[in-house]
């Protein structure tokens, strides 16, 4: 099924849930500039395109772990031993982190018992996916052992496991107060220095919970009189060791992200009961041991801050990632963002980074005070205790006669039992996003730090989308170059985790159905040395022969690599792409098209006709020019000559194809013809007795029917817009085009496929002949990899705005086609649409601003 992308497409989710990007950034425009979040790039400044599509099938060195479990979603890599630990559902296996599918993994079964499960389906609940051991919990707690904890169905349970020998323990441990019930609830937990920080709603009917348990003393958040958390679901926890080399000696930290119902909202805009979800950071200190008597075993370091990303009150995180580069002063975070449930219709991922000292600055900012009078958070003027409510213990407060939480004085601890949240949120680092895509949800991201040959260190992203996909990419200043998209799993799944393993240079997912471990650069996929320079991968470097991984090369003056530009290092040289140039004849008035792929989407064809560039609108409407070729339409004799095809791509071009075209006159039809076995004509021109009349007449109708297919070809490929493969160029779906045309253009039917090739008819040469030479491009066009490139919007050329006109000549079906689709077939007039949409927008969000401010100031 690999050529029925359209079908692909929308068994993955595309096009069903796809809205029109119109109407996207129309909904997006309003809700930032509504809310007049300061935003100073726009959603289409920030979107990106992956520059290279892998579609599942072209997938190389991908290996696979599965078993008879389900849902492999906790992940534990101890990459010093090589190892990965994997929680799945009934089951812990250990997995040799080399090669994950060397057949040598250990297995521990830990299946809930039939009594747990009894009582889970008394509970009402589901029997295919609650009532299990869904394990969540898989940390290091010391050199032997590991701590484990499952959800038992709905009836948690820890143990500790001995890595040696991973049997199954004897002893367990009640696990309600670390594990959540549910399996699909949102959780966080780390083993600390022995004592285990969880973060859930642990029962159904519970609130939400930060907490530390086993080893310390145990402390939870305060719910009484407010709540410190209001129906939050977490992501993710980050232990950042700021007591290093502290100047103040100050605490180590854990960071919490959730998502949850923001109290502090005034209710003009929402509803009382639609509370609005907002992104959240908390934090609480390592040696945190709650108060004496007010807050005892409580919290006494807990503050939380909004964190904003794009569309403020609308966005959920997905997921977050730190990074620290050695030193926790540089610690950046990483969050994926998506639109929250009410915007369901519309997938839409932000991704935003954050500097610690920003988060750090939200919580020595000012607090909120929750008003009972008019009950209304808002910002507290009033008087500060000390020492500072919420901060960590540190040699200030030691020098105060201060050692420990449980030294502070009541005010300070009535203080901080009232205002756990700040009043600055955290913004971005530069303000705005990396970045906004749309018609995808990244659940998942992982980064890996990379020294570059120009010596610079550059993030590259790993995002794992919900149906099944990874985006890699790079951030280059304050933009992100997606530099390949990859489909790693043929059936649609979300991505549920991802590890990096520098060791193993090895990216392993997660997901329901198994782990995959996908090698973090796959250089040899650039078979060019404008492809190696082009693609901006931090890993890979072009040597003059192939492109290759900097991190095997010792020698490296020869190499050449760009990440900042990503066009310099390869010469301005056709010579390289000496494709074999390829003969195509046709009879005068006949169609052609001559295939053209572009290995990136980023690229754009260009032709060139006896050496002179072919415009878009050369005026006579004789050239086509498609994303995937040129369509020459009513050849002329005139119209022979070499037809060159070149992409065209960040200020590099490189020769992708080359045609000579011949074009014949009608007179030596009769040449040709008599070797096609076709009975039916001999009869009709016994019949007539005045054949050469009748084969014009036929080539007439012939040249007529392959004009629709191809404008209708064209048009089918421009459908499949992202994911699968180009429709020309596949020979399933131009199987399916081709019936028709022997049905009604030659009468016959088995013999295409021996006489496609040989049958020099203009006819049938433009679509079969080419599904040939497309399907396997390796062969034939040295210089181009194999994956077709998605069509895109701002890759549609001019020529096929012009088709529709033609079409509507045509038979009636394909005029209902194009009618039906016009939509997602986008056309220069299209963007130009888009663009005046954005323009009249940006316009609007300015004058609602001022108006805004006459408001205030009247
Ligand atoms: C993993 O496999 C590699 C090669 O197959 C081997 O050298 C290594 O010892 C294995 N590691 C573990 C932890 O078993
Ligand atoms: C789950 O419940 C359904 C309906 O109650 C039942 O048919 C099925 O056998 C149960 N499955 C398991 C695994 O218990
Ligand atoms: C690790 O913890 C387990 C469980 O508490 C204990 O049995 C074991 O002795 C510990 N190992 C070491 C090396 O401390
Ligand atoms: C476990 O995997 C199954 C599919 O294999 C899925 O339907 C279910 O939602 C998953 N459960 C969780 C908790 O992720
Ligand atoms: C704090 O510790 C210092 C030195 O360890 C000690 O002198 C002082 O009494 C302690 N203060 C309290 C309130 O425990
Ligand atoms: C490569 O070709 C482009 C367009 O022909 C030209 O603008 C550019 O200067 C050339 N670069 C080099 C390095 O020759
Ligand atoms: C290309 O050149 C050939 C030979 O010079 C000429 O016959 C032909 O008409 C030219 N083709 C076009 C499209 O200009």
Redesign the pocket.
């Given at each position: 099924m690999k050529g029925l992308g359209c079908l692909m497409g929308s068994s993955l989710g595309y096009p069903g849930r796809m809205i029109r990007p119109v109407t996207f950034y129309l909904v997006v425009f309003f809700m930032v500039s509504s809310m007049g979040y300061p935003s100073r790039r726009s959603a289409m400044d920030l979107d990106a395109t992956p520059r290279m599509t892998i579609a599942y099938n072209d997938l190389s060195s991908v290996r696979c772990f599965g078993s008879h479990a389900q849902n492999y979603t906790t992940l534990l890599l101890e990459d010093e031993k090589g190892i990965l630990y994997v929680g799945a559902r009934g089951a812990i296996f250990s997995l040799n982190a080399t090669n994950i599918a060397d057949g040598f993994h250990q297995t521990m079964d830990w299946k809930a018992s039939p009594e747990k499960r009894a009582e889970c389906l008394k509970k009402g609940k589901n029997n295919k996916t609650e009532c299990y051991n869904h394990v969540r919990l898989l940390q290091r707690l010391n050199a032997t052992h590991l701590y484990a904890c499952g959800t038992y169905a709905f009836h948690p349970l820890c143990t500790y496991i001995d890595t040696n020998k991973l049997m199954p323990p004897s002893v367990f441990e009640e696990g309600k107060e670390k594990c959540p019930y549910d399996p699909s609830r949102g959780y966080t937990g780390l083993i600390v220095d022995g004592s285990l920080y969880t973060a859930t709603r642990y029962e159904f009917r519970s609130q939400p919970d930060i907490r530390r348990s086993l080893y310390q003393r145990i402390l939870k958040t305060e719910e009484s009189p407010l709540h410190w958390l209001n129906d939050a679901e977490f992501v993710a926890s980050v232990l950042v060791r700021e007591s290093m080399s502290s100047l103040v000696g100050d605490d180590d930290k854990i960071y919490y992200f959730f998502t949850e119902r923001a109290g502090e909202e005034s209710t003009s805009i929402f509803d009382k009961n639609q509370l609005p979800r907002v992104a959240r950071v908390a934090r609480v200190c390592k040696n945190d041991l709650g108060g004496k008597k007010i807050l005892q075993r409580k919290w006494t370091s807990f503050m939380k801050a909004r964190l904003a990303c794009y569309i403020p009150y609308y966005e959920v995180l997905k997921d977050v990632y730190s990074l620290d580069g050695g030193n926790w002063h540089s610690t950046v975070f990483y969050a994926t963002f998506t639109l929250s449930a009410q915007w369901r219709s519309m997938e839409v991922s932000a991704i935003c980074r954050y500097n610690i000292s920003e988060v750090q600055a939200a919580f020595e900012g000012t607090y909120m005070e929750y008003q009972d009078s008019s009950r209304k958070w808002s910002q507290y003027n009033g008087e500060i205790p000390e020492p500072r409510p919420g901060s960590c213990i540190t040699d200030r407060a030691?020098k105060s006669?201060?050692?420990s939480s449980q030294?502070l004085p009541n005010s300070v601890l009535d203080f901080i039992k009232l205002h756990p949240l700040m009043y600055e949120e955290v913004k971005p680092a530069d303000g705005d996003p990396l970045l906004v895509k749309k018609n995808i949800i990244y659940t998942q991201i992982a980064i890996d730090r990379v020294r570059a040959l120009d010596g610079q260190e550059y993030d590259v992203l790993f995002l794992g989308t919900g149906n099944g996909w990874i985006h890699k990419a790079v951030i280059v200043g304050s933009t992100v170059h997606i530099i390949e998209e990859l489909q790693v799993f043929r059936v649609a799944q979300p991505v549920e985790n991802l590890i990096i393993s520098k060791q193993q240079k090895s990216l392993y997912v997660g997901s329901q159905s198994g782990v995959l471990q996908l090698p973090l650069a796959t250089c040899e996929r650039y078979i060019s040395c404008f492809d190696c320079i082009l693609a901006r991968d931090p890993y890979c470097g072009w040597d003059g022969v192939s492109c290759r991984e900097l991190a095997g090369i010792l020698d490296r003056t020869l190499l050449s690599q760009d990440v900042l530009h990503g066009n310099m290092g390869c010469w301005n040289d056709s010579t390289q792409a000496t494709s074999t140039q390829k003969n195509r004849t046709v009879l005068r008035g006949d169609d052609v098209l001559l295939p053209c792929e572009q290995a990136s989407n980023l690229a754009q064809a260009t032709w060139l006709v006896n050496g002179t560039e072919v415009l878009a609108e050369d005026g006579q409407g004789r050239f086509h020019l498609g994303v995937d070729g040129l369509l020459v339409t009513d050849t002329q004799l005139e119209f022979s000559g070499e037809y060159q095809c070149y992409a065209k791509e960040n200020g590099l071009q490189a020769l992708v194809a080359t045609y000579a075209l011949t074009v014949l006159p009608e007179q030596l039809v009769p040449q040709f013809l008599p070797t096609v076995p076709q009975p039916s004509w001999h009869a009709a021109s016994y019949a007539y007795g005045d054949m050469k009349f009748i084969y014009i007449a036929v080539i007439t109708v012939l040249g007529g029917l392959c004009l629709v297919l191809s404008v209708v070809l064209l048009y089918v490929s421009c459908l499949q817009k992202r994911r699968g493969k180009y429709s020309l160029g596949v020979p399933q779906t131009s199987s399916v085009e081709l019936q028709t045309v022997s049905s009604n253009c030659i009468g016959k039917g088995g013999q295409e496929d021996e006489d496609l090739d040989t049958y020099p008819d203009g006819c049938l040469q433009i679509i079969p002949g080419e599904a040939t030479t497309v399907t396997s491009p390796l062969k034939e066009v040295p210089p181009v990899p194999p994956p077709p490139p998605p069509p895109l919007p701002a890759e549609f050329t001019n020529g096929i705005s012009t088709l529709p006109n033609m079409l509507r000549k045509m038979n009636g079906n394909s005029y209902m086609l194009l009618r039906q689709n016009e939509e997602p077939c986008t056309s220069p007039l299209y963007n130009s649409f888009t663009e005046e949409l954005s323009k009249i927008l940006e316009k609007r969000k300015h004058t609602q601003l001022v108006e805004k401010l006459d408001e205030s100031s009247v």
């Open positions: 030691r006669g201060y050692n030294d």
